[in-house]
């Protein structure tokens, strides 16, 4: 039984920042690879990013450069910085374990022109 917890999201001006973060219950954690993915209005849900055990990670082009995927192993939890945010970034924001495979309930994210 994995539980994961988002929390972070909210309303934010274009150009603006949000930290997220996912909280993770269990020792499993550092063993598992995490994601961040979003669902946009209409849309299909897309991957935001990964990251490794050993902290390595991977964007999708859309959010390079703006967003930043770290994790705490000590304390079980993912973050996802995100800075510059546009309109397009307006998304419920999914947090994801690999191993044993696991979702977050979602935490909307908002950004106003």
């Known amino acids: 039984q994995v539980q994961l917890v988002e929390s972070g999201g909210g309303l934010v001006q274009a150009g603006g920042s949000l930290r997220l973060s996912c909280a993770a219950s269990?020792?499993?954690?550092?063993?598992?690879?995490m994601g961040w993915y979003r669902q946009a209005p209409g849309k299909q849900r897309e991957l935001v990013g990964t990251?490794?055990?050993?902290?390595?990670?991977n964007y999708a082009d859309s959010v390079k450069g703006r967003f930043t995927i770290s994790r705490d192993n000590a304390k079980s939890t993912l973050y996802l910085q995100m800075n510059n945010l546009k309109p397009e970034d307006t998304a419920v924001y999914y947090c994801?374990?690999?191993?044993?495979?696991?979702w977050g309930q979602g935490t909307q994210v908002t950004v106003s022109s």
């Open positions: 994801r374990m690999l191993w044993p495979n696991s």
């Open positions: 990251i490794t055990i050993g902290g390595f990670t």
């Open positions: 269990g020792n499993i954690f550092s063993a598992s690879v």
